[in-house]
């Protein structure tokens, strides 16, 4: 069983920067493929990046150039750091943990309660 705590949301105008953090319980953080995800308003669930146990990271394309996903495996945590933000990234986001990794992400069951970001003027 892997607990995961998201925080860093929050309102911040359209150009903006956020830094999202995910704090991951457990002694093998370091051997999870980790990941974030995104829930808007009436739509579903959708990949946002993902991060491999061997540092390799993928993009979904409507984030690439602008978001950046890091991982701490010492403090057992997973950034997401989002530049440039438009309106369409206001979401609620998740991070999961230890998803399988065959050339894409596939998630598990392991999930945050999500942090709301929302980008407005």
């Known amino acids: 069983q892997v607990q995961l705590v998201e925080s860093g949301g929050g309102l911040v105008q359209p150009g903006g920067s956020l830094r999202l953090s995910c704090a991951a319980s457990?002694?093998?953080?370091?051997?999870?493929?980790m990941a974030w995800y995104r829930q808007a308003p009436g739509k579903q669930r959708e990949f946002v990046a993902t991060?491999?146990?061997?540092?390799?990271?993928i993009y979904a394309v409507s984030v690439v150039g602008r978001f950046t996903i890091s991982r701490d495996n010492a403090k057992n945590t997973v950034y997401l750091q989002m530049d440039e933000l438009k309106s369409e990234d206001t979401a609620v986001y998740h991070c999961?943990?230890?998803?399988?990794?065959?050339?894409?992400?596939?998630?598990?069951?392991?999930w945050g309660q999500g942090t709301q970001v929302t980008v407005s003027s």
């Open positions: 991060i491999t146990s061997g540092g390799r990271t």
């Open positions: 999961n943990a230890d998803g399988r990794f065959i050339g894409t992400y596939y998630p598990s069951p392991y």
């Open positions: 457990g002694s093998t953080f370091s051997s999870y493929h």
